[in-house]
């Protein structure tokens, strides 16, 4: 199973920008999708963004699109999240995670289409 470390989380003020990289370890990494979900306090978790394996096809949930980027680098095992012009409502614990799906030319954008889960790493943004 692979092993996911999200980091590069903080405190930013509106209109900032951060990005968050996830770590991944074992498994499938190289040829599996990955995707980025959100969780405030009191809400579900929800979808944010996904990529291939190769990095040639993204998605991006409505609320984030034309903010944020996702992108990979498999050499270092890693994914991230570039977000921009960020708001007040992009606050919430940020994860990323394993497609169950290995070359699979999609990615889920449900939180059950995933496997490995990163412990998250929190962004708040200040108004």
């Known amino acids: 199973q692979v092993q996911l470390v999200e980091s590069g989380g903080g405190l930013v003020q509106a209109g900032g920008s951060l990005r968050l990289s996830c770590a991944a370890s074992?498994?499938?990494?190289?040829?599996?999708?990955m995707g980025w979900f959100r969780q405030a306090p009191g809400k579900e978790r929800e979808f944010v963004a996904t990529?291939?394996?190769?990095?040639?096809?993204?998605y991006y949930a409505d609320p984030v699109k034309g903010r944020f980027t996702i992108s990979r680098d498999n050499a270092k095992n890693t994914v991230y999240l570039q977000m921009n012009s960020l708001k007040p409502e992009d606050t919430a614990v940020y994860y990323c995670?394993?497609?169950?799906?290995?070359?699979?030319?999609?990615?889920?954008?449900?939180?059950?289409?995933?496997?490995?889960w990163g412990q998250g790493t929190q962004v708040t943004v200040s108004s």
């Open positions: 995670a394993v497609d169950r799906r290995p070359l699979s030319t999609y990615v889920g954008t449900g939180a059950s289409d995933f496997g490995s």
């Open positions: 074992g498994g499938t990494f190289k040829i599996s999708g």
């Open positions: 990529i291939t394996w190769n990095g040639r096809s993204t």
